[in-house]
């Protein structure tokens, strides 16, 4: 069968108007479409302004095309989002890097028209059901919640989809995640170490899960290319040092008072970093000169080149492509219903900044 364009847009017409496709649904781009239907990416364009001709879809550029209100919004994706921000800020800095996080969720949520709404908690375990009222069709979740109280999002009649954002690993369990690698970015840095015949490190230490599965992640990296366990000076942080930046300074403090100068300094969290960078500034010590630092998720990326503090070699944290992640998955579940397997997906921390 030989499709022109209005065969094209009365065929995903019919999919919008029956709801198949909810409103702020991404539609397939016009090459996807010429290729499914065997016609040119001409063709398949002049289907898709069509259709948004009729205020059937929208057309943005650099985005997509997605599925308008349709005059209903009873059927826009409904999606209940949880979050809540990490306690320590950088005083100086005055940044605080989940909210990037938090509001490129919110942009894509709105660019996408789905109905929304933030839940801004402070805990690992809720105190009560949050779709007792059947209000939602997704929720999205930081990592932890769901494992302490999966029954907080159910209600007797209505399962929605969850998603589970934010976390290293697979959690086995009936929900969908989004996860993140750390090892293409450790394993960068330590090649960037190994061509520049670096072979003594210092690693600062928590005993916390995000830190230990980031410390993990770089000793197995450095086991695959070679290095030896040894050359890694580990500090552990005293337990009654809560604070990631007091923790920090604690371990700077440590470096210098062993004299330990000839070792690199690899910091898994900027937090450790700030903290280090403050006891290094007051002992007038200059960063590659006095001490080499490399440290994972990149303040300095957001600080429009201000961020004094975090002028150190660094490993981009994906925040943005997370975000990206968590709604692609969302579009993707609510297209195709009924899935008896769940979905993975992994953003990679990958870039990484000599400086």
Not at 139 to 152: C, E, Q, R, S, W
Not at 157 to 168: K, M, R, T
Not at 189 to 204: D, I, T
């Amino acid at each position: 069968m030989k499709y022109h364009r209005k065969d094209i847009a009365e065929s995903l017409e019919r999919e919008i108007v029956a709801h198949k496709m909810a409103a702020g649904i991404r539609l397939p781009s016009a090459a996807a479409l010429a290729r499914q239907y065997s016609v040119s990416p001409k063709t398949a364009d002049r289907a898709l302004s069509r259709l948004a001709r009729r205020n059937l879809i929208v057309r943005k550029r650099g985005s997509g095309n997605f599925v308008l209100d349709n005059h209903d919004p009873d059927g826009r994706v409904r999606v209940g989002f949880l979050w809540w921000s990490i306690n320590e800020m950088c005083s100086e800095e005055f940044f605080n890097p989940s909210v990037i996080f938090f509001e490129k969720m919110k942009s894509l949520m709105a660019e996408r028209f789905f109905n929304y709404d933030v839940f801004d908690e402070d805990c690992t375990k809720l105190s009560q059901p949050l779709n007792r009222e059947k209000k939602y069709d997704v929720f999205v979740i930081p990592a932890g919640v769901i494992l302490n109280d999966k029954d907080a999002f159910r209600s007797p009649d209505h399962v929605p989809i969850l998603v589970i954002y934010g976390d290293n690993k697979y959690n086995f369990g009936p929900w969908h995640q989004v996860i993140y690698d750390f090892h293409p970015g450790f394993a960068a840095a330590l090649e960037h170490c190994r061509q520049m015949k670096v072979n003594k490190f210092f690693l600062p230490f928590k005993d916390i899960d995000i830190v230990r599965a980031k410390c993990d992640a770089l000793l197995e990296c450095a086991e695959k290319l070679g290095f030896s366990p040894s050359v890694f000076h580990i500090c552990p942080i005293p337990e009654n040092i809560s604070s990631t930046i007091f923790g920090g300074e604690y371990c700077a403090e440590y470096f210098l008072k062993h004299h330990l100068q000839d070792h690199l300094i690899f910091s898994v969290s900027d937090y450790f970093t700030y903290g280090m960078q403050k006891v290094f500034k007051r002992e007038n010590l200059k960063y590659s000169v006095d001490y080499s630092l490399i440290s994972y998720d990149n303040f300095y990326k957001y600080q429009d080149g201000n961020g004094d503090y975090f002028k150190v070699s660094s490993i981009t944290h994906p925040l943005e492509e997370h975000a990206q992640a968590v709604v692609d998955m969302i579009e993707e579940l609510v297209r195709k219903p009924g899935s008896d397997f769940f979905l993975t997906y992994t953003t990679c921390s990958k870039e990484f900044i000599v400086r």
